[in-house]
């Protein structure tokens, strides 16, 4: 098993679907990250949890919705999205660190297109 | 507030010849530095990384980058580009500015290097 584990790799969907995005990571971490990556754009932090409490929400709509039920599993629930929501999304897994400088890991992203 | 500029969207070297991706940074208390790389239609691979201690820091596939504070730069080199290397590069700050127990990275825009034969 690689370390951190997105599926699916790539998805379609219709603005009025509803659809999730799943997150595996099997490093032992206890914190896990939710990025979004549009062409052009810096990598945007979208969600943070930590130890399963989420610790960031970076001023993301609510059509987005994350769900951690253990450290080791990550998902982002869609509902009613946009054409601009088309992006890759990351995900990413660190352990906790006290001075803050853990390193990401990430998975190999799911490719979002909403049409 | 951390925030990190890398300049030069786009870099284009020979094969065999010196890469040089340019990254400055700005952080309000020690940061912690990233070098990453994306290969197409994949995640991120950390490259190489600056916490504390010696200044110049070796990475994966020949790169290394040097921490200069004066300068507020964390420029990744490679002697000699190789075809493979051909990807996009992205540099990132970390720092404990908020307290937090976490890895909060902030990335620069990416540069996506081009290796000509």
């Known amino acids: 098993e690689t370390g951190v584990t997105q599926t699916p790799r790539h998805l379609v969907m219709g603005m009025t679907n509803k659809k999730s995005l799943k997150c595996e990571q099997h490093?032992?971490?206890?914190?896990m990250y939710w990025y979004k990556q549009s062409a052009k754009k810096p990598l945007e932090l979208m969600f943070v949890?930590?130890?399963?409490?989420?610790?960031e929400n970076n001023s993301v709509p609510s059509r987005f919705s994350p769900e951690c039920p253990n450290s080791s599993h990550l998902f982002l629930h869609l509902h009613t999205l946009q054409p601009e929501d088309s992006a890759l999304y990351l995900c990413?897994?660190?352990?906790?660190?006290?001075?803050?400088?853990?390193?990401?890991?990430f998975g190999e992203g799911s490719r979002l297109t909403v049409l | 507030a951390q925030s990190v500029t890398q300049l030069g969207s786009h870099v284009s070297v020979s094969e065999g010849a010196l890469v040089l991706l340019r990254c400055n940074y700005s952080?309000?208390?020690?940061?912690?530095l990233f070098w990453y790389v994306q290969y197409p239609n994949q995640g991120l691979q950390l490259l190489l990384k600056?916490?504390?201690?010696?200044?110049l820091v070796k990475g994966i596939n020949g790169f290394e980058a040097e921490f200069k504070k004066s300068e507020t730069s964390f420029h990744l080199t490679k002697p000699s580009a190789h075809m493979s290397d051909a990807a996009e590069y992205f540099c990132?700050?970390?720092?404990?500015?908020?307290?937090?127990?976490?890895?909060?990275?902030?990335f620069g825009q990416g540069t996506i290097l081009t290796v000509h034969p």
């Open positions: 949890y930590s130890l399963e409490e989420r610790v």
């Open positions: 600056y916490t504390t201690g010696a200044t």
């Open positions: 952080s309000s208390v020690p940061p912690y």
């Open positions: 490093l032992g971490h206890n914190a």
């Open positions: 990413a897994s660190s352990r906790r660190d006290p001075l803050g400088g853990g390193e990401l890991f």
């Open positions: 990132a700050v970390s720092g404990n500015a908020g307290g937090t127990s976490y890895g909060k990275l902030t």
